[in-house]
Each structure stands twice: as structure tokens, then as C-alpha cells.
């Protein structure tokens, strides 16, 4: 079933079923433009005199329920706990999961309250007039050390899958062309890399696992991050969601020629990341030195989720110049994205010449 059907099928049959399960007369529903490689179908819900909703109807058959109850039951603990996020709401029912069969096909709904102010990209990225951008980099750090802190005390009902559940060499095998040889050897060293890590209750548990600027707004009063979309959420190291942050920020720096003043401006970057994240939990200094493997899983998990909407879209596996560029870092062991390496052009950040398969 394709994106375009759903919204068809949800104008005409799931939206005015949607709007009685959660008592929603009143409320104007339009629909979220899709980014691409998007899952779901997304609705914003509004009504005067009343808090602004978000609603998302999942279609795909690559979660299942287990999978959406472990991700809302999540998202209401880091709440109930005072993370900072978009709380889900009940239904009439009383579910945080809804779900409705229409020709055989089960469509899963929640709906979450909209977070305030707006996304960084939606303010063209400038920051609060008057605050230094370090505030921004240093709340980063502190809304994710609180989130990883609840974690550490969070027992589910209903389990998320886990990092291997997904990412492992069959699955690796099966969804990379064999033509990328060298890329699938590589990623499975980093798997086996990875096998010999710690997993105590200090270094892994649940994590966001796509924490970045399109998945949370600011409040541009006050500078509050509200943080949302959890769908990937799963059990894993909290260094990736730290490694996370630490590849969204070259994005500030990125047009600079100079490689030396692009490493001064990141170890300055994450040391104000660090400093907020520190001021909610703590980080052995063992794991962060294995911050540039964590950079390499980022990659990995990149090109795995190209590789994926790919297949999901019946296209034919390709490399653009973009996700070429993150092959050939894995491929040739070049550390932190190539960012402080001749492979990097500040004029063509991140792009390498497209391959074939």
C-alpha cells in the first residue's frame, strides 16, 4: 500500500474514526507533507481553544503492535518522569495504541501532543535573538542526558526490539547489493566490534536512535527543546545518540576550508554538548573515547536506511553522491565522516562521485 492510498483511504474511512476515538469534533485535520523515506501518514489536529495534536497513521508492515506498544509506552514514562517530550495521548478507550482493519490491511494510530515553537530548519536556523548559540548546543546535550538518565531506571511492559535484533550480518546480507563487497566485509567488523562492548545499565538502554534537529522544536522564548518522533527508539548504547549529536553539528561549519579550524570548532562544539548532557547523567570517559566507532555506526545506520526506503519504494538499488560519500568513509576506515579529511570538500559537503551497483 502506497503513501498516496493511505492518505485517499484516510479522507474517505480512518480520519472520521479517528475523530471519535479521540473526541476530536471541531478539530481541523490536515495533513503533514512526507519527508522522504517517511513511514507514516501525519496529520496536525487543531482546534481553537485547545492544545494543537499530532496524529500519525502508520501503514507499513515493518513494525509490529509489540513494536508501537513498547514505543508509546516509552514515550509516556520519559513524561511521567520529566523528560522532555511530546506526550501520547488515550484514546476514549483508554489505549495509547489504536488500531483499525480496513480490507485486510491494519493501520496503527497514536496521537501525540504537539510540541511547542517550532524546528530549527522552520526558523531558517537562526537561534533565539540576543542568546549565544552555545545555549542551544549546551540544551542539546542536557534534554538527551535527561532522557538517557530516565532510561537507565526504565523496565518495559512491552519490549522494543534491540540493536542486533536489527542490524546484524544476515540482515546486512540480504539488504546490500553483493556488489558492495567491501562495505558489507566492513560493516561486519563493526558489528563484531561492537559485540565486545559493555551493556551494563550505565552505558545501554533505550535511546531515541534518530536525534536530530528535524526531530524535535524549540521553544524560541525560552530555548526549551521538546523532543518527538521515537519510532526507531530501541535498546542500545546511549554514545550513539551522543555520536548522534556530534555529527549534527557540523552542519555549522561545514562550508569552512580550513580543515584545523572545522576540528577547533567541533571539539569546542561537543565540549558544551558534553557540559549539558553531563548536567543530567554521567558518561565514563571509556565510552567516550570510542566516540569516532559511534560516528561509524551513524554512518551504518545511514546507509542502512537508504538501502531500505529503497526497497520499501521498488526502486532499484543506487548510490548517490551522498550516500557514496558515506561508503567509501566506511570502506576506507576514514574517521569522524571524513570531516577533517582530504575526501571532504567544503564546497560539496559530504558528497563523493555516484558509483554503480
Known amino acids: 500500500m502506497t503513501y498516496n492510498e493511505v492518505v485517499k483511504i484516510g479522507d474517505t474511512y480512518l480520519l472520521p474514526l479517528v475523530s471519535e476515538l479521540y473526541g476530536m469534533d471541531g478539530y481541523e485535520i490536515k495533513s503533514v507533507k512526507a519527508h522522504t523515506g517517511g513511514r507514516n501518514v501525519v496529520y496536525t489536529c487543531e482546534k481553537e481553544g485547545a492544545d494543537a495534536k499530532i496524529l500519525r497513521i502508520a501503514f507499513l508492515n515493518d513494525r509490529s503492535r509489540e513494536d ?3 514505543e508509546v509506552e516509552y514515550i509516556r514514562y520519559l513524561f511521567e518522569h520529566g523528560g522532555s517530550v511530546s506526550d501520547v495521548f488515550s484514546s476514549r478507550k483508554g489505549n495509547l495504541l489504536e488500531e483499525i482493519t480496513h480490507n485486510d490491511h491494519t493501520f496503527f494510530i497514536c496521537l501525540f501532543k504537539k510540541a511547542k515553537g517550532k524546528m530549527l530548519a522552520e526558523n531558517n536556523y537562526l537561534y533565539r535573538e540576543g542568546t549565544p548559540i552555545t545555549e542551544y548546543y549546551y540544551n542539546c546535550g542536557k534534554v538527551l542526558g535527561k532522557l538517557h538518565q530516565i532510561s537507565k531506571g526504565y523496565t518495559p511492559v512491552h519490549r522494543r526490539y534491540s540493536f542486533f535484533d536489527k542490524y546484524n550480518a544476515e540482515y546486512i546480507d540480504r539488504l546490500i547489493p553483493d556488489s558492495l563487497f567491501l562495505l558489507k566485509e566492513k560493516l561486519v567488523q563493526l558489528l563484531k566490534t561492537l559485540e565486545g562492548l559493555d551493556r551494563n545499565r550505565e552505558s ?7 536525534y536530530n534537529d528535524g526531530n524535535y522544536s524549540i521553544d524560541f522564548d525560552t530555548g526549551q527543546i521538546t523532543v518527538y518522533d521515537f519510532d526507531n527508539s530501541c ?3 546511549y554514545m550513539f545518540d551522543l555520536a548522534s549529536l556530534w555529527t ?3 552542519g555549522w561549519i561545514q562550508f569552512e576550508p580550513d580543515a584545523g579550524k572545522r576540528k577547533k570548532f567541533m571539539d569546542d562544539y561537543f565540549e558544551t554538548v558534553l557540559a549539558g548532557y553531563r548536567s543530567e547523567t554521567k558518561v ?4 567516550l573515547d570510542k566516540l569516532p566507532l559511534f560516528i561509524k555506526l551513524n554512518l551504518m545506520e545511514r546507509i542502512i536506511d537508504e538501502f531500505e526506503c529503497m526497497r520499501n519504494n521498488g526502486e532499484e538499488p543506487k548510490c548517490n553522491e551522498e550516500l557514496s560519500y558515506c561508503i567509501k568513509c566506511l570502506e576506507d576506515d576514514i574517521p569522524y565522516m571524513g570531516f577533517f579529511h582530504e575526501i571532504y570538500s567544503c564546497e560539496e559537503p559530504f558528497e ?3 558509483r554503480n551497483i
Open 204 to 210: 545501554f538502554g533505550m535511546i531515541h536512535f534518530d
Open 248 to 250: 549534527n553539528g557540523v
Open 68 to 70: 508501537f506498544l513498547g
Open 352 to 354: 563523493y562521485e555516484e
Open 235 to 237: 535498546f542500545g548504547w
Open 284 to 287: 565514563e570517559n571509556s565510552m
